[in-house]
């Protein structure tokens, strides 16, 4: 079991040191709060291969077949909206399990999800704010890509168009490019603590992203760091999985090459996600710690004396 960590400021390694510790002590629970939500996705995903394919003999656009590839559609889309809000509850069982493991409290992973429903308006609101807000932005980053090559395939071929079209794809990218990847990067890093603000503190959905944004407020670098490294980590992680699978899957038929990827893609996702939440919570907590001196407030809170009308 993990103890109680001495409330103090952190550095960068001590961080990573806590998060790793919490990750390692309490592997199996960790993990199954992300399976609970991760492998029936990873084993319909994987069924509508099968669907798609179903001898395993290619794609074949055959009129019998448009029907069940229409359908597996749809009901992909419709698992892929499931998938999202059960994955809003899947961060909030992991945000509030690790946070009871940081301050040395027991929890189980029942506790963790039944308290996840229990906040579940607020995550999912909070969770599509969040969405809606870096789409925008989004649109924006591609708009650069978008727009030229529109004006491309509605304007002439020539040198005097080429031209213009490519002054024009510079502007876009200044105006565009530049702010909307600026843009995501900043709104995300300042919006990073929102489901630890609405599981932890019991903020709204509104509330949560704000009281992330103060929270982040003056940390940004810092903040913005560990998403790099962390993201870093999980694509570095998938890209050499997703590699060596996409080699091997050359010699398998096309569904099952493709079921292995999705399979592979989602055990990852099982193991990495934890440790990512981990450093995140802890990473929350030193902020608060160095902000709000909240290891002062827990030291007076254990000095108080109990309730003598009781």
């Known amino acids: ?36 939500v991760n492998v029936p996705l990873v084993l319909l995903q994987a069924l509508s291969f099968l669907l798609i394919f179903p001898f395993g003999e290619g794609f074949s656009p055959t009129s019998t077949l448009q029907p069940t590839m229409i359908l597996v559609g749809v009901g992909l ?8 809000v059960f ?24 506790q963790a999800y039944s308290n996840a429903f229990k906040r579940g308006l607020s995550l999912v609101i909070g969770a599509l704010l969040l969405f809606l807000a870096l789409f925008a932005l989004f649109m924006l980053f591609f708009g650069a890509i978008f727009i030229p090559a529109i004006l491309a395939a509605l304007g002439g071929s020539g ?21 909307g990847l600026l843009g995501i990067l900043y709104f995300y890093t300042r919006w990073t603590f929102w489901t630890q603000a609405i599981m932890l503190e ?28 962390l993201g870093i980590m999980a694509i570095a ?66 000095k108080e004396p109990p309730d003598q009308n009781g």
Do not use: H
């Not at 038929?253 to 990852?268: R, Y």
């Open 237 to 302: 992680l998938t890209f050499g999985a997703s590699t060596t699978i996409t080699f091997g899957a050359a010699f398998l038929p096309i569904p099952f090459g493709t079921m292995l990827q999705t399979v592979l893609n989602g055990i990852i996702q099982i193991i990495i996600a934890p440790l990512q939440y981990a450093t995140l919570t802890v990473l929350y907590y030193d902020l608060r710690i160095r902000k709000e001196g909240f290891d002062i407030q827990m030291q007076l809170q254990d």
């Open 87 to 110: 994955a809003v509850f899947e961060l909030g069982a992991l945000t509030l399990y690790v946070s009871e493991r940081f301050m040395g409290r027991v929890i189980t992973v029942r």
């Open 77 to 84: 889309f419709v698992i892929g909206i499931i998938g999202a």
């Open 159 to 179: 040198r005097d168009s080429a031209t213009a079209l490519a002054g024009f794809w510079v502007v876009c990218t200044c105006v565009l490019f530049v702010p």
């Open 1 to 36: 079991m993990s103890t109680p960590l001495q409330l103090k400021p952190m550095t960068a390694g001590d961080i990573l040191d806590r998060a790793i510790r919490i990750y390692r002590e309490n592997f199996v629970a960790l993990v199954t709060i992300v399976a609970i």
């Open 202 to 229: 019991s903020y709204n959905s509104t509330g949560g992203l704000g009281r992330s944004w103060k929270l982040v407020k003056g940390s940004f670098w810092r903040v913005l760091g560990f998403n790099i490294a």
